[in-house]
């Protein structure tokens, strides 16, 4: 998404409007997951959570140690031990 502002005026438009329609969806998928947070919190954990994911693909490699599972199961673990425990201190 970065890199929509060089794309002509009319093909960047859609581009915005998919990206936060995904960021409406995921803040809705994690309202669901841990519902009663004040709704200034769930923004910031969804772009958290798209921004690991976006990333990945620039630093992991499949030929390396750790297999494609075995990442998406510590994503996995790492984002969501940290957003369900989210107030429950």
Known sequence: MNDVKYLPEGMQQPLVELQRRVVDVA?????????????????PYTMLVLGMLNWTDVWYRTEGPMKPKELCDRITQLFLHGFLAEGAA
Do not use: F, H
């Open 27 to 43: 803040a809705e998928l994690l309202r669901s997951l841990r519902p009663g947070m004040t709704r200034r919190v769930y923004k």
